[in-house]
């Protein structure tokens, strides 16, 4: 329990929850500051040992909030050589930023965590196995590959006591429900286990309902993006969209951009554009080797690449600071996903632009995107040279059940004044 003793404080700092003291300088060289609201209310709940279900999207600080109070314990507990802490991840991008991040805040504790993914090759493998036998605190991995660490028998799970299954959305989207369940099979009774998910259907309070004891639940209000985020929409054909990015990225003065778009197809056409229009760019998809696809992401990171082009698989895993633009070449069909899709920039309360281009065919998945995040987004007026901006119909739906009120409307008034009334002026335009 937390204790306010000095009026003074009205709000949280790290210090307020009395980490073990390698662990605090491990939080400073990070340079965090203030707790977030996801670490506020979860640190304490972990730190007194309850499971807890957690609604949080990426971008919150949702990570930290877990990693601290399980390395506390760990730190404190001093049990030494032995993996007691597992986190179930969907992706490889996703688990290595876990590892990253555990690897940055443990620094000065002395202990150690290793990320365990697939899709790589047979050194890979050998090095993976090998870091599992030497007995790791914090154990990082994606569903698929441990199990067949298991299966090979070098994985032992019987000194788990901190159970993560972090993103369980996005891993039960990906079909590892039943992977889940064989490793948690493995994994002892009497553990505490922590369930995050940007989303919660009824799959994972299912999930939840037979892993967790007596979870506290915490709700951060979900679907929304961060504040920070300087939302626009530009109106436009097709044909305009290459030629209006290329204007943005050349005229605006933005140092990491990321640019979505639907399929990969969209995505290799449109980096060869870029390319021919001598925009600094890569495209980053499953068609690259893994090796490739963490160079694009390293080069990305360190500013020499300014631009990336992926599919949402990239907005789920990418963790970069400072992205100042995220471009949405197409409107994902998903409103979810254009949360997370902008949600890679402006992160932990700094800003950014999200700019969506959006055709007449996507105009009705932008509705479904403002009615889930409760306004509109702004829109741009399209440059001149790029051409004149479409005007877009109604959406048809929309305007047949318009018209069929209307003309129950009429007849309504029709039968009260006796029907057979002659057509009024307008009523034309409504056929
Ligand atoms: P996450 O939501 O866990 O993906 O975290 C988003 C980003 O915020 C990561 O780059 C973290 O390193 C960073 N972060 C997490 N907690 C804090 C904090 N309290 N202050 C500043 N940055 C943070």
């Known amino acids: 329990m937390l204790i306010f003793e000095d009026i003074f404080f009205d709000y949280l700092t790290f210090r307020d929850f009395n980490f073990n003291e390698h662990l605090a300088e491990g939080i400073q060289s990070m340079g965090y500051q203030t707790p977030t609201p996801i670490q506020e209310m979860a640190i304490p709940l972990i730190m007194e040992g309850k499971d807890l279900i957690a609604c949080a999207q990426t971008g919150t600080g949702k990570t930290a909030s877990y990693l601290l109070p399980v390395l506390h314990k760990i730190a404190e507990a001093n049990e030494g050589h ?22 940055g805040l443990a620094y000065f504790t002395g202990l150690s965590s290793i990320a365990i993914y697939g899709g790589t090759d047979g050194i890979v493998y050998e090095q993976q196995r090998r870091g599992i036998q030497n007995k790791v605190d914090i154990l990082i991995g994606t569903p698929g590959r441990l199990i067949a660490h298991l299966q090979s028998g070098v994985l032992k799970l019987d000194h788990i006591k901190y159970l993560v ?8 989207d990906m079909g590892f429900l039943g992977d889940i369940m064989r490793i948690i099979r493995d994994v002892p009774h009497n553990r505490q286990t922590l369930l995050f998910s940007a989303t919660m259907p009824a799959p994972i309070r299912k999930l939840a309902g037979s892993i967790l004891k007596n979870p506290e639940q915490i709700n951060l209000a979900t679907s929304q993006p961060a504040e920070g985020i300087n939302q626009q929409i530009y109106k436009v054909h097709n044909e305009q969209k290459t030629k209006l990015v290329i204007k943005l990225l ?26 021919s229009a001598h925009v600094k760019s890569s495209a980053f998809h499953s068609d690259f080797e893994q090796t490739e696809r963490e160079q694009i992401l390293l080069d990305f990171k360190n500013r020499e690449l300014p631009v990336i082009i992926g599919t949402d698989a990239l907005s789920r895993g990418i963790d970069v600071e400072g992205i100042d633009l995220v471009i949405n070449y197409d409107v994902p069909a998903d409103p979810e996903d254009y949360i997370h899709r902008i949600g890679r920039t402006a992160r932990a309360e700094s800003t950014g632009t ?65 029907g057979n009334k002659p057509a009024q002026a307008g009523d034309a335009e409504n056929k």
């Open 354 to 418: 999200a700019i969506t281009l959006v055709n007449e065919r996507d105009n009705r998945k932008l509705k479904n995107i403002e009615q889930l995040i409760g306004r509109s987004v702004m829109e741009m007026p399209l440059p001149p040279e790029i051409g004149e901006a479409p005007e877009f119909k109604e959406h048809k739906s929309f305007k047949k059940r318009r018209n069929n009120n209307r003309n129950k409307f009429r007849n309504k008034k029709g039968s009260h004044k006796g």
């Open 82 to 103: 032995k993996t007691t802490a597992l986190i179930l991840a969907p992706t490889r991008e996703l688990a290595q930023q876990i590892d990253q991040q555990a690897e």
């Open 165 to 172: 299954l972090d993103e369980a959305d996005r891993m039960l």
């Open 250 to 275: 050349k005229e605006g003065s933005y140092a990491s951009t990321i640019i979505f778009a639907n399929t990969k197809d969209e995505v290799k056409k449109l980096s060869r554009e870029l390319k």
